[in-house]
């Protein structure tokens, strides 16, 4: 069966600092990866999402990159923290690219930026 | 207009209510339709797919409207432990699919 895992749970950073987050799935290959952000008591939003190793679409402007290294590992970055930047941020993932494929979701990393 | 809409609720239910939540969606061309379920501070959790007409899972029903765009999920006799936030996904056409959320719709049943 398929896992997908990400870390750190939770996480603190000061304002200026950098940030990587990793996600990885085990179980599938050449999945569709996804890195969202959902806000407090807010919706969810797409920031990245990936096809393949070393393909990376982004939707929406900010100071944030990711990254697929690996086939099932995809990193989110940052050189420098905002204020704006906290949230909770989900990892997921798909198989194939047409329409009829569901999602499934990391356990997410809650991030603080003070 | 937003791509996918939803009533925010809260819907405030009594244990053993049946509810019944729906999500509307822009673009026609929009071919396949989930519902999560998200806890709080919890990843969302795939509920349904609605491929077609619709789809039954137990207590809970998913229906697909293509002429008015819209999704509806239904669920009976309410339990405590459906208290949560109820997503509406829409993958919208593009060059690849791309899985579009609601904000949510959150229900709590009390007893």
């Known amino acids: 069966s398929q896992t997908i895992h990400q870390w750190p749970a939770t996480l603190v950073q000061p304002v200026g600092s950098p940030l990587s987050l990793e996600c990885t799935v085990e179980?599938?290959?050449?999945?569709?990866l996804y890195w969202y952000r959902q806000a407090a008591g807010r919706g969810l939003q797409l920031l990245f999402y990936s096809v393949g190793i070393g393909q990376i679409s982004s939707e929406v402007p900010q100071n944030l990159s990711a990254s697929r290294p690996q086939d099932r590992q995809f990193i989110l970055s940052s050189k420098k923290l905002l204020l704006s930047d906290s949230g909770f941020y989900l990892c997921a993932w798909s198989s194939g690219q047409g329409p009829y494929n569901e999602q499934f979701f990391g356990p997410g990393t809650r991030l603080t930026v003070l | 207009r937003k791509e996918v809409e939803q009533d925010p609720g809260p819907f405030n239910v009594p244990e053993g209510a049946t509810v019944a939540f729906n999500c509307t969606y822009s673009n026609s061309a929009s071919q396949s339709f989930f519902w999560y379920r998200q806890d709080c501070r919890k990843e969302p959790k795939l509920l349904m797919s609605v491929y077609s007409s619709g789809n039954e899972d137990g207590r809970f029903t998913a229906q697909l409207n293509r002429a008015s765009q819209y999704i509806s999920l239904l669920i009976r006799d309410s339990k405590l432990s459906d208290s949560a936030t109820y997503l509406c996904?829409?993958?919208?056409?593009?060059?690849?699919?791309?899985?579009?959320f609601g904000r949510g719709t959150s229900l709590i049943v009390h007893p």
């Open positions: 179980g599938t290959s050449n999945p569709n």
């Open positions: 996904v829409v993958n919208i056409p593009g060059g690849s699919y791309i899985p579009t």
